[in-house]
């Protein structure tokens, strides 16, 4: 069952706001992406895509949301739909800021050469391309108004992670192998902390500053505080006071062999997540298969969500070379029974602005 996330996490001791909302759009077996809805933050083009496949059941109102598209790689799989994606924002006064592979900005020039640009020199569309090489990131800028035909070089910064990072999350990426780099994204809420007021009033302490400090951890192991007389442990009063709720991480592989070392820094890398969106391309029977188009199985992809203790697996790109894909998902639940497959949304698509 997909576990839709709900706008507000209330437990006994307070209301936790939530930021990202995922949503895999597409079809059953088809290219896929996966939207992230950003929510309860400032600012219109908030949302995330991660890959671009079939996208046609994306609305118009999400399309004018997106502002990061997180690329795995340039097969023409995971990268169909970006024309709609330059279709629907054509007139909007933003940028669009696409992160992908090495080579990834020469990728989308091609692909926005593909189409002539003569009256269109009064829109404000950016679209700015961030390739991820081993060592650095280089970033570039194409412009609407100059039909997009310069690659404009903005600057190289080292490779990093969190590549992005943000008041509410942060994106990290892992370098997969799929014969050419494909890049693996995990986008995290931030872990959220909170003071128990009744354990406060009732311990006698009062509001201010230092419970930035002890939200923060800012103390030494050996650091006391005096309450009612007593010298406390602040280690303890943090265990006390502070709330802590680790922030909702969503993980996605796709396109990769896997060797001992990918497998050790894949399962590193998803740990603990959420929801992990992987492919699940052959079944294990098939390893030579997938060893040969650099494939992950249903059987590995298991393995990786039960090594690392994700919650929810989501198994996508399924090879269509089976007629049977619950195969797959059969092989999966062996190993990691809260495998499943993805529940595609089917929001409409409605009228564009040109
Ligand atoms: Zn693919």
Redesign the pocket.
């Known amino acids: 069952m997909f576990l839709a996330r709900v706008n507000l996490n209330l437990n006994i001791y307070g209301i936790f706001m939530n930021f990202l909302f995922p949503k895999p759009v597409g079809f059953f077996r088809d290219d896929h992406s996966i939207y992230v809805d950003v929510k309860n933050v400032q600012g219109k083009a908030q949302s995330i895509l991660i890959d671009c496949g079939n996208n046609h059941t994306v609305s118009m109102k999400e399309f004018l949301r997106i502002g990061t598209l997180l690329v795995s790689h340039a ?1 023409i ?2 990268l169909i739909g970006f024309d709609n994606i330059l279709r629907m924002n054509l007139r909007e006064n933003k940028r669009i800021r696409i992160i992908g592979p090495d080579s990834m900005a020469n990728v989308i020039h091609h692909r926005l050469q593909g189409y002539m640009w003569n009256l269109i020199y009064d829109s404000q569309l950016e679209i700015e391309v961030w390739e991820i090489s081993a060592r650095l990131i280089k970033k570039y800028l194409f412009l609407c108004r100059e039909g997009f035909s310069k690659k404009h070089f903005m600057e190289k910064i080292p490779a990093q992670n969190p590549v992005i990072k943000t008041d509410h999350y942060e994106i990290r990426y892992i370098r997969l192998n799929h014969d050419i780099t494909s890049i693996g994204y995990s986008i995290t809420e931030h872990d959220r902390f909170r003071i128990r007021k009744k354990c406060l009033r009732e311990m006698g302490l009062p509001e201010g500053q230092w419970l930035k400090q002890l939200k923060n951890k800012t103390f030494s192991p050996n650091d006391t505080m005096q309450v009612n007389g007593t010298n406390i442990p602040m280690q303890a009063i943090y265990k006390n006071l502070i709330i802590h709720e680790p922030g909702f991480k969503l993980s996605y592989i ?2 990769t062999i896997l060797n001992n070392s990918l497998k050790k820094k894949i399962t590193e890398f998803v740990k603990n997540s959420d929801q992990l969106y992987c492919e699940a391309t052959f079944l294990h029977k098939d390893i030579k298969l997938a060893r040969q188009y650099y494939h992950l199985t249903a059987k590995q992809t298991a393995l990786i969500a039960k090594e690392a203790d994700v919650k929810n697996l989501f198994l996508i ?1 399924l090879s269509l070379r089976y007629s049977n894909p619950f195969l797959l998902l059969k092989e999966a639940q062996s190993v990691f029974p809260n495998a499943q497959f993805p529940v595609f949304s089917d929001s409409c698509m409605v009228k564009r602005k040109i």
Request: charged content about 35%; cysteine-free; hydrophobic content about 0%.
């Open positions: 097969h799989d995971h796709t396109d790109h």
